[in-house]
């Protein structure tokens, strides 16, 4: 028996002790030991940069696109159905690079999206963030309504649909076509509003109160809930980062990344990208319109309308243009959604200085026909077991005209 026991203490001081939440330093290479389903890249400038697969295999995809919005203690939080989500929309920045297409630069800090944010007549956009300049990701800044300017986005980063479309538990078919985004950016203003306080991170930009009125269906709202004590190496290979449960977003993600000492490398590089170009979605953009846009963003701190924005903030007011009629590519075809005739409880929560109104709340309560929303060709989504709760609001034409048609196959 002493020799057992002696055993099982000598494997313990030799075994590495396993990376847990509550306060146990996460290195740079936590990311290199367990995202999955793309490859590490290095790139001139920017280091070691990881691409996922959909990135290569899909042209028209692009960051924060599968998933769905909630409106969390720390603001609007990224829900993504993507496996590799609960790194790559939480920490670091995204970059679209000339004959690679997107990869993802890590960064050191938790926050709930990093975003640019704009809205105006019936559109509301996300663009991601780049970095700062070449290798910097600083997440310690805060980042406002010069976001445009600042990091010079163009319109290929934005994602766009329609405000009503906002609560929705699926957003990627809702997403407007890429060749529509000079127009939408064209009837919308900045409203970015990213704070770090007490290490902190959070993500504003949309009035919540606004959007809400404006979304056919409301906005899941969630208390953040910090998991301790967690097998963080487990959680990333289950998915477990992120989870609702009930009217709480559990998150076992550290805060913070350490910064290591000396630079460090993936255990597998797929390949050294020389001489890169950062493509900033300003490609096949008439010279004449990227002026015009460009100018544009420069002065919409002084003209951005208070009710579209963040707190504090003052403004005149935008004349609401109706778009066009959404093409026929983006509706939802062969499903609808099924709301539950039960009226949910109510939540109240305090989001920084900003008191949130008592509304309904939302747990999981659609059923999406032909399509399960927790996949994209991921063997596990990211945790999230619910999607949000939609109220009875009735069907939409487009709703009505798909029943009785065959469901797709799931993915």
């Given at each position: ?87 790559t929309y939480h920490y670091g920045r995204w970059a679209r690079l000339a004959d690679y ?311």
């Amino acid at each position: 028996m002493k020799q057992i026991l002696f055993a099982f203490a000598m494997l313990a001081l030799v075994s590495p002790a396993l990376p847990r939440a509550d306060g146990a330093e996460i290195g740079i290479d936590f990311f290199y030991n367990n995202l999955s389903g793309g490859n590490w890249l290095e790139v001139d400038d920017y280091g070691y940069c990881w691409q996922p697969d959909v990135a290569v295999n899909d042209p028209d995809w692009r960051p924060y696109s599968d998933g769905y919005w909630a409106y969390t203690d720390v603001g609007w939080t990224w829900m993504s159905y993507e496996d590799f989500g609960w790194a790559t929309y939480h920490y670091g920045r995204w970059a679209r690079l000339a004959d690679y297409g997107w990869v993802w630069v890590p960064g050191l800090e938790w926050g709930p999206a990093w975003v640019s944010w704009r809205i105006g007549g019936d559109y509301v956009g996300w663009a991601p963030l780049p970095p700062s300049g070449p290798g910097v990701v600083d997440e310690s800044q805060p980042i406002d309504t010069q976001a445009d300017v600042e990091f010079d986005i163009g319109p290929a980063y934005y994602n766009f649909c329609d405000v009503r479309y906002m609560g929705e538990p699926v957003l990627r078919h809702r997403i407007l076509p890429v060749r529509q985004n000079v127009t939408c950016i064209g009837r919308t203003l900045n409203v970015t509003h990213i704070t770090v306080a007490n290490g902190v991170v959070y993500n504003y930009g949309p009035d919540i109160n606004v959007v809400n009125e404006r979304s056919s269906r409301p906005i899941q709202r969630l208390h953040l809930q910090r998991e301790q004590n967690v097998d963080l190496v487990a959680a990333a290979k289950s998915g477990g980062f992120t989870k609702v449960q009930g009217n709480a977003l559990v998150v076992a993600a550290p805060m913070k990344v350490n910064q290591p000492v000396k630079t460090q490398a993936p255990p597998k590089v797929k390949m050294k990208v020389q001489q890169s170009k950062m493509e900033r979605g300003w490609t096949g953009i008439d010279p004449n319109e990227q002026t015009k846009l460009r100018e544009k963003f420069k002065t919409e701190d002084q003209t951005k309308p208070s009710e579209f924005g963040a707190p504090g903030k003052t403004g005149p007011p935008i004349t609401a243009v109706s778009p066009t009629a959404p093409p026929q590519d983006r509706e939802l075809q062969g499903r609808h959604l099924v709301p539950l005739a039960t009226t949910p409880p109510v939540l109240t929560s305090t989001v920084g200085r900003e008191t949130l109104p008592t509304v309904p709340s939302n747990g999981r309560n659609e059923n999406v026909q032909g399509e399960n929303p927790n996949r994209t060709g991921a063997k596990n989504p990211t945790g999230i077991t619910n999607a949000p709760t939609s109220t009875p609001f009735g069907e939409r034409p487009h709703e009505r005209k798909s029943k009785g048609s065959p469901s797709p196959t799931p993915q």
